[in-house]
């Protein structure tokens, strides 16, 4: 997301630089391909215990944050949302701060004691002394306001260039690659293999699926990260159904296209969501959506361009059912999957939101009061 805003932003003329620690526990960021510099730090021996510590980045910023108009924190709960606030603050430079779905209820749930601690001690300041506080759906703005921030909060979605899943690789090419899918319909899911994700829910539905038809294939795409792999693969075991199921591992690039290129039927039955990248790239592939209303994209009913249910097994599988029995209906939600994207989500239009977002808040060149 950071890479393709600050993309979409210099044709309106911003000039952006990216700023993060890389190493123990964070990774290394995905560098963006479209000349915006970037700035990597490593983490030190305190990041054990702070994620994100990286004292090359203090002192980066310490230098630099004052020749910067306005300063933009992609994360919460970790050191460099804190330093990049706290510098952003002491040389008077306005800050907004992109929530990203960490103050839904099911997110604050997990690792409940600590984020309640940093909460208090630090966040709570950061995200109130911020000069706007950034949502990416609509629910998300509600829920900022409900826990009683004042800042201004604004709602801007994320955005895709559409015009990169318009020609995809024909189906062929994804089921020469895993044959097992030849001949069947295909159910995508294609994203982080987590537990807020609800791959308990989609593997018990397709293994009771799979008792009554034999001519549908789950994909099951993306990363392992928190041993969530193997519960899922426990579930389907138990329907008879893992054989009917492909793990690709993650699919970038080309062979995430030939996936979505090959599917009937895009699929995330998720408990909480900030606002799903994959989701716009399955619109944009014109895959029929089935996801829950965690998700936070009721456009989807809406532009009847999906389903959308609670996440509970009952209401998912009487969705999935009705998707795979009609062609017709898979259709007419592709078609409209497409319009929307093209209406409401490409990048410029949202880099226009932000630059506005951007100009006003530089205007006013003020600092939320403590």
């Known amino acids: 997301m950071v890479n393709e805003l600050t993309r979409a932003l210099v044709s309106l003329g911003v000039s952006s630089e990216i700023v993060s620690a890389q190493g123990r526990r964070v990774g290394t960021p995905e560098l963006p391909a479209n000349g915006i510099p970037a700035h990597l730090f490593h983490t030190g021996p305190f990041s054990r215990l702070w994620t994100g510590h990286a004292p090359g980045l203090e002192k980066a910023l310490d230098r630099s944050i004052a020749d910067y108009d306005l300063v933009h924190i992609q994360e919460l709960w970790h050191y460099p949302g804190f330093i990049a606030s706290k510098l952003a603050q002491s040389k008077n430079v306005p800050y907004i701060v992109t929530i990203h779905g960490e103050l839904n209820e099911w997110n604050l749930q997990q690792k409940r004691l600590k984020k309640r601690i940093y909460m208090t001690a630090i966040q709570h300041r950061v995200l109130k002394r911020a000069a706007a506080l950034h949502a990416i759906t609509g629910a998300e703005a509600d829920r900022i306001r409900d826990l009683g921030y004042l800042n201004d909060v604004q709602m801007i979605p994320n955005g895709i260039h559409p015009e990169e899943f318009e020609d995809l690789p024909d189906r062929s090419v994804f089921t020469q690659r895993y044959p097992e899918a030849s001949g069947n319909l295909i159910v995508l899911f294609l994203g982080?293999?987590?537990?807020?994700?609800?791959?308990?829910?989609?593997?018990?539905?397709?293994?009771?699926?799979?008792?009554?038809?034999?001519?549908?294939?789950?994909?099951v795409a993306g990363p392992d990260?928190?041993?969530?792999?193997?519960?899922?693969?426990?579930?389907?075991?138990?329907?008879?159904?893992?054989?009917?199921?492909?793990?690709?591992?993650?699919?970038?690039?080309?062979?995430?296209?030939?996936?979505?290129?090959?599917?009937?039927?895009?699929?995330?039955?998720?408990?909480?969501?900030?606002?799903?990248?994959?989701?716009?790239?399955?619109?944009?592939?014109?895959?029929?959506?089935?996801?829950?209303?965690?998700?936070?994209?009721?456009?989807?009913?809406?532009?009847?361009?999906?389903?959308?249910?609670?996440?509970?097994?009952?209401?998912?599988?009487?969705?999935?059912?009705?998707?795979?029995?009609?062609?017709?209906?898979?259709?007419?939600?592709?078609?409209?999957?497409?319009?929307?994207?093209?209406?409401?989500?490409?990048?410029?239009?949202?880099?226009?939101?932000?630059?506005?977002?951007?100009?006003?808040?530089?205007?006013?060149?003020?600092?939320?009061?403590?």
């Open 192 to 219: 982080r293999i987590q537990q807020k994700k609800g791959l308990d829910i989609l593997a018990r539905v397709f293994g009771n699926l799979t008792q009554t038809r034999d001519d549908v294939r789950l994909v």
């Open 225 to 370: 990260e928190d041993n969530t792999l193997a519960e899922v693969k426990t579930i389907l075991s138990s329907h008879g159904a893992l054989d009917k199921t492909i793990f690709p591992g993650m699919l970038t690039g080309q062979q995430k296209l030939e996936a979505l290129g090959a599917a009937d039927i895009f699929v995330l039955t998720s408990y909480s969501e900030g606002f799903s990248m994959a989701l716009l790239e399955a619109l944009s592939a014109g895959l029929p959506l089935l996801i829950t209303d965690e998700c936070n994209f009721p456009e989807v009913s809406e532009s009847s361009a999906g389903f959308i249910t609670r996440p509970e097994d009952q209401e998912v599988s009487r969705s999935l059912s009705a998707l795979l029995d009609s062609a017709g209906l898979r259709q007419e939600m592709s078609d409209n999957a497409r319009r929307l994207v093209r209406s409401n989500y490409t990048w410029e239009r949202i880099a226009e939101k932000m630059f506005t977002l951007y100009e006003t808040i530089i205007a006013r060149n003020t600092i939320a009061p403590a």
